[in-house]
């Protein structure tokens, strides 16, 4: 998922100080920030898709008779989006295929996460899974790890933000409800992504 080349050699002294691997975790660390921020398009993509899609089930719940028929906009809403991002990722792999142990582990790790996410959307309206719920702790666990990880404190505070939403959430009334996962995820993921974006090591 996320694309990095590194010098041959960056690993091959294995007789390193304590601070001069320290040193090289932090490069490697900082290395993966640079080119996460040329690859914030995930956390912006899916920021901008998991919100209108939020407000357009609140648009569907309030002004429609469509009732719980309306949640069937998520999981439309998340293969749409990992078509989008699997085709995006195969042409990318083509062109480089290098990545650091940080960003294999992330990636990996977002895979599980964006299948049980999808499992989780197909599911939701024949089983009555609020997708408010559960989504937001498993997107919250992702994104609070990426942050903590790469040591970027907006990702690491989005990441809170989500996985205590079903706490907060609480104090909504009705279908706001909706409206307050958009604003959510506005939080936790399109402002990050954009401060990624931006990023400069």
Do not use: C
């Not at 900082?30 to 919100?51: C, E, P, T, Y």
């Amino acid at each position: 998922m996320f694309v990095l080349k590194i010098t041959p050699n960056i690993m091959k002294n294995e007789n390193n100080t304590p601070k001069e691997q320290l040193d090289l975790i932090e490069k490697m660390i900082s290395q993966a920030k640079v080119n996460l921020s040329r690859h914030s398009f995930d956390f912006i993509f899916w920021g901008w898709l998991v919100s209108l899609t939020a407000v357009s089930n609140f648009l569907l719940l309030t002004i429609t008779s469509l009732g719980y028929k309306s949640y069937l906009i998520w999981p439309l809403s998340a293969v749409i989006g990992f078509i989008a991002i699997y085709v995006r990722y195969s042409k990318a792999a083509k062109v480089e295929s290098h990545k650091t142990h940080v960003e294999y582990f992330i990636s990996r790790m977002w895979m599980v996460i964006g299948g049980v996410l999808v499992l989780l959307s197909i599911a939701s309206p024949f089983i009555k899974i609020q997708p408010w719920f559960l989504f937001p702790v498993l997107a919250g666990i992702g994104t609070l790890v990426t942050g903590v990880v790469l040591k970027f404190k907006p990702l690491s505070f989005g990441g809170i933000f989500l996985i205590t939403f079903p706490f907060y959430s609480i104090l909504a009334i009705g279908n706001s409800i909706v409206l307050l996962y958009a604003l959510v995820v506005v939080v936790s993921y399109l402002i990050p992504g954009y401060l990624l974006k931006n990023y400069k090591a």
